[in-house]
């Protein structure tokens, strides 16, 4: 497991830099709150930011644009007491690929 | 379990489910559609309140928390494949086996690593196409006499 900082994504184009902008402006929910179950990466992101287990939370841009044939969101870890935000990333979701029909 | 849409704003939402670091305010507008019919993936209870786990209308490849007030239930029928857990920080959660059997299954699954959408693609298959019709109460406890006399 990486035990360092994961530095922010860079957007690959325009409206993968608009996603981030709105992200980043707020328009954002929460995924999946450190207060119900541990996250992977919480006793990492507790030794390089600081905070407790259950401040660190798993976050998503409401938005999820198509860019290039793919669904785009933003995700990144916030403290809900600090509000620190780190490690932005890009999940880039392609469509399956239809099952031949044998 | 299916759920109908009433409400896609932070507006219409009690103020126990208002927590900005989480992003509920009450100008969140959640990509849902008043009138449209959701499945549910699992539930979660905290502190008093209730969220469904629904592929919202950005899904993508994994179902996220919204809060229950957003919905009114339209089956309430729920699913074989759900299990129950009670933690000891309080959390209720209810959800299909694999979500329990690895405690990171969510975590892993949000982070799209590829065994876990694979499992959630089955899964939401599998819900998706349930079959809730059950016989009449007198046909079915007939056919269970049936099986289980001697």
Known sequence: MNQGAIPDESPRNLPEQLLLQDAKAGNCIVIHCGTDRLLGDAPRLIALYGGNSEDWDKMTSIEAFEINGASVQVHWFRNSQTLQEVEFKFKRQYPKTAPKNL | ?150
Do not use: H
């Not at chain 2, 219409?12 to 959640?30: A, F, H, M, N, Q």
């Not at chain 2, 539930?43 to 209730?50: A, N, Q």
């Not at chain 2, 699913?79 to 000891?88: M, N, T, V």
């Open chain 2, 1 to 150: 379990m299916k759920i109908r849409c009433i409400a896609k704003t932070g507006e219409s939402l009690p103020e126990k489910y208002i927590d900005p670091p989480r992003g509920y305010t009450r100008k969140v507008e959640l990509p849902l559609t008043i009138g449209k019919e959701y499945v549910v993936y699992a539930i979660r209870e905290w502190k008093g309140t209730i969220w469904y786990y629904i592929c919202n209308d950005n899904y993508s490849y994994y179902p996220i928390q919204t809060p229950a007030p957003m919905f009114e239930v339209v089956d309430s029928r729920v699913s074989k494949y759900w299990r129950f857990e009670l933690s000891p920080n309080g959390l209720l959660m209810i959800a299909f086996e694999q979500w329990f059997t690895d405690p990171y299954f969510y975590d892993k699954l949000t982070d799209q690593e590829e065994a876990e959408v694979e499992i959630f693609d089955k899964v939401k298959e599998l819900m998706d196409a349930e079959d809730f019709d059950l016989p009449p109460l007198d046909v079915a406890v007939d056919k269970l006499r049936e099986t289980v006399s001697v």
